[in-house]
């Protein structure tokens, strides 16, 4: 089976709303009825299997990495008061979730206590909160998936807003010796030129 | 907090560099009719961004005309004409200078205190002028520097309480005066800005505010004055989780369906995309030996 992202044409670090986009625009550029030769409308209906199957695959890889938040993942049995506050999160009343998690007394707060806690403050935009508690639930649960793709999606995330991980300002085009002088040059006597 | 939002110039389209030059020349113009000569020292490109977003969401008329100024008396630059948004910019420029500057005061002590200090009574009829304008603007800066600072005295606070904070100030400024959809965009845009400013600033002033035992919401126990590394990437994830936000919002921009449109599109993009990416990597590459911080790839 060939890659999926090349047939879609994006780099496996690409957002989720990328790939849905490079998906629109290639739907659209292949649909049939561009074609009224029949030959051509074949292979267009073929080159549009291709990309469905594609499209498909990554999904399907994608949820079994994903790492939003679904309340029904069962990795394993988990008490009463914790499915309570995982539906509470999914139907999105997170101060009530969040109500229920500080009542839990410190001595019963184990790698599912932060780990909820995580989600809600990642939900709130409190990302410093969300890391730390992920981590610690990571480190207290070392074994639980879901936890580890909680962590990382955060990972995920900032590495597809820069369009592929770690472009740091070495890989562009660092000031070399010619610009800077010609900077310089600008500053002092552009004025006079232009 | 300032100096940290700026366009990557050498990314920006040569028309689309003379544009956002011209603004930034607008806001000094502005500045010195509005709130006098001195104000002109708050002039930044932070403010320039705001000036720019603002004149998107409330559909200024732009206009561009060629002008001389005090610094480059021998040519004409291009420079956007005096408009409401510049104007309402000075004076926020003004008051949120000021504001900071008084939170310096109380809270500094030796040189820092005595440069704000002389720093605010030169500032003060620009202060003056701006409250006659815009005096609940004022009010909500002050408050909400005054929350920031009160929790930052606890000692307690999180860095998402102070950066919440932080960005809620930024949201009244982003906002003030708008409403319906463009009011919650700005709010959003404002609240993300804020938080990413209030962390990048925390790591910027880290080794000072070590060396010197001044507060710095990124403390830990030891000593030493560089972050370490895993902290390092661990904020660098923060900060990009953070501008994902911000760009959400600015994706709910109608942005003028017209050339000066796409121009500002431009500019935003690549402050948003390179400019404030680019600004994480130098201001967290001085903690680092190689100037590199690299996210590990999850998939490994």
């Known amino acids: 089976m060939t890659d999926p992202y090349k047939v879609l044409g994006v780099d496996p670090t690409a957002s989720d709303e990328d790939i849905k986009k490079a998906y629109r625009d290639l739907a659209r550029k292949y649909h049939p009825d561009r074609y009224p030769d029949e030959n051509l409308k074949h292979t267009a209906e073929e080159k549009m299997k291709e990309i469905n199957a594609a499209y498909e695959e990554i999904q399907k890889i994608r949820q079994g990495k994903a790492g939003s938040f679904n309340g029904t993942y069962q990795s394993r049995p988990r008490e009463p008061i914790y499915e309570n506050i995982r539906r509470l999160i999914t139907s999105g009343n997170l101060s009530a979730a969040y109500q229920a998690l500080l009542n839990i007394p410190e001595a019963g707060r184990g790698a599912e206590w932060y780990y909820l806690y995580g989600i809600i403050s990642h939900k709130r935009g409190n990302y410093s909160d969300a890391m730390s508690c992920f981590d610690r639930a990571c480190q207290m649960d070392p074994s639980n998936m879901e936890y580890r793709q909680a962590r990382s999606a955060m990972n995920r995330r900032a590495g597809g807003y820069t369009g592929g991980y770690n472009v740091s300002h070495e890989q562009g085009c660092s000031m070399c010796d010619i610009c800077r002088i010609l900077m310089i040059l600008d500053c002092c006597f552009g004025s006079f030129c232009r | ?300």
């Not at chain 2, 003379?18 to 009719?33: D, E, I, T, V």
């Not at chain 2, 005096?82 to 309402?88: E, G, I, Y």
């Not at chain 2, 050339?259 to 431009?266: A, I």
Request: glycine share 6%; proline share 3%.
């Open chain 2, 1 to 300: 907090m300032f100096g940290y939002v700026k366009a990557y110039e050498p990314d920006l389209k040569v028309k689309e560099q003379a544009l956002y030059r011209a603004f930034y020349c607008g806001l000094c113009r502005s500045m010195g009719k509005c709130t006098g000569i001195c104000s002109r020292c708050t002039l930044s490109y932070d403010i320039t961004f705001l000036a720019i977003v603002r004149s998107i969401l409330t559909n200024e008329v732009i206009e561009i005309k060629k002008a001389r100024c005090f610094i480059h008396p021998f040519t004409k630059r291009p420079t956007v004409k005096p408009c409401h948004t510049l104007k309402f910019c000075s004076y926020a420029s003004v008051l949120l200078t000021y504001n900071k500057l008084c939170d310096d005061v109380n809270d500094e002590s030796g040189r820092k205190k005595l440069i704000a200090s002389l720093a605010r009574g030169a500032m003060r009829p620009a202060y003056k002028r701006s409250l006659k304008h815009y005096s609940a603007l004022s009010d909500e800066i002050s408050q909400s520097l005054f929350a920031l600072t009160s929790l930052e005295k606890t000692n307690n606070g999180s860095l998402d309480e102070a950066s919440v904070l932080s960005g809620n100030m930024l949201a009244c400024i982003f906002s003030y005066g708008l409403e319906g959809t463009q009011k919650h965009i700005s709010e959003a845009i404002g609240k993300n800005l804020g938080k990413w400013l209030y962390i990048i600033d925390a790591v910027d002033d880290y080794s000072d505010d070590i060396q010197r035992g001044r507060y710095n919401p990124l403390a830990v126990d030891d000593a030493n004055d560089k972050l370490p590394y895993e902290t390092l990437v661990n904020l660098k994830i923060i900060l990009l989780n953070i501008l994902a936000d911000a760009e959400a919002a600015f994706d709910l921009i109608d942005y003028p369906d017209s050339e000066t449109g796409r121009m500002l599109r431009g500019i935003v993009d690549n402050v948003l995309h390179i400019g404030l990416v680019k600004k994480i990597d130098e201001v967290l590459g001085k903690h680092s030996a190689d100037n590199a911080i690299r996210i590990p790839d999850p998939d490994a």
